[in-house]
Antibody, heavy 118, light 107 residues
Framework: QVTLKESGPGMLQPSKTLSLTCSFS??????????VSWIRQPSGKSLEWLAA???????YYNPSLKSRLTVSKDTSNTQVFLKITSVDIADTATYYC??????????WGQGVMVTVSS | DIQMTQSPSSLPASLGERVTIICRAS??????LNWYQQKPDGTIKPLIY???NLQSGVPSSFSGSRSGTDYSLTISSLEPEDFAMYYC?????????FGGGTKLELK
């Protein structure tokens, strides 16, 4: 079955780089049309799409954070990574990864909470 | 960016009631509209993709439709487990964007 699971540092200091990992199974990111995305949600707020990487290795970013984001995948196509540079308190959120086969996110991870605090 | 305006933000309702949530896009999205349910523990469940297609395992009490620029999620008869947050999302063009959410709560 399809599963995705996010992992991250839990807490980090302002100005540091946040590194997140999405480990998945039950599907191949090399399948034509497949996309894995990162989405985040500050407590009590709506969802914000951050970035995506597709089966062909093409990358897509939210322009509002593009200069700070880097999405990548491993060569075995079982993990997707997200780095956010120069974090501040506004980056405190739950971060989700999700799969998009061709329309809509059909599987989501449980989310990982990240707190930025000095 | 395409703005997704979702209404209402809060929807008190009773068990067995029929409810509808609306999402309006700031520009055309050609049916590329999806719906999600989020429970208080943060778990997100996909409900509908491409306006009206039910995701696997979603009960038929859920349906999606479009009327002009308005996209709707309808629950025909509310069950206890349906009380949750609901979000719409467009994936017609980048950046993909979400609505502000609707809290469906027990009246």
């Amino acid at each position: 079955q399809v599963t995705l699971k996010e992992s991250g540092p839990g807490m980090l200091q302002p100005s540091k780089t946040l590194s997140l990992t999405c480990s998945f199974s039950g599907f191949s990111l090399s399948t034509s049309g497949m996309v894995v995305s990162w989405i985040r949600q500050p407590s009590g707020k709506s969802l914000e799409w951050l970035a995506a990487i597709d089966w062909d290795g093409d990358k897509y970013y939210n322009p509002s954070l593009k200069s700070r984001l880097t999405v990548s995948k491993d060569t075995s196509n079982t993990q997707v990574f997200l780095k956010i540079t120069s974090v501040d308190i506004a980056d405190t959120a739950t971060y989700y990864c999700a799969r998009r086969p061709w329309s809509g996110f059909d599987y989501w991870g449980q989310g990982v909470m990240v707190t930025v605090s000095s | 960016d395409i703005q997704m305006t979702q209404s209402p933000s809060s929807l008190p309702a009773s068990l067995g009631e029929r409810v509808t949530i609306i999402c309006r896009a700031s520009q055309g999205i050609s049916n590329n509209l999806n719906w999600y349910q989020q429970k208080p523990d943060g778990t997100i469940k996909p409900l509908i993709y491409y306006t009206s297609n039910l995701q696997s395992g979603v009960p038929s009490s859920f349906s999606g439709s479009r009327s002009g620029t308005d996209y709707s999620l309808t629950i025909s008869s509310l069950e206890p487990e349906d009380f949750a947050m609901y979000y719409c999302q467009q994936d017609a063009s980048f950046p993909w964007t979400f609505g502000g959410g609707t809290k469906l709560e027990l009246k």
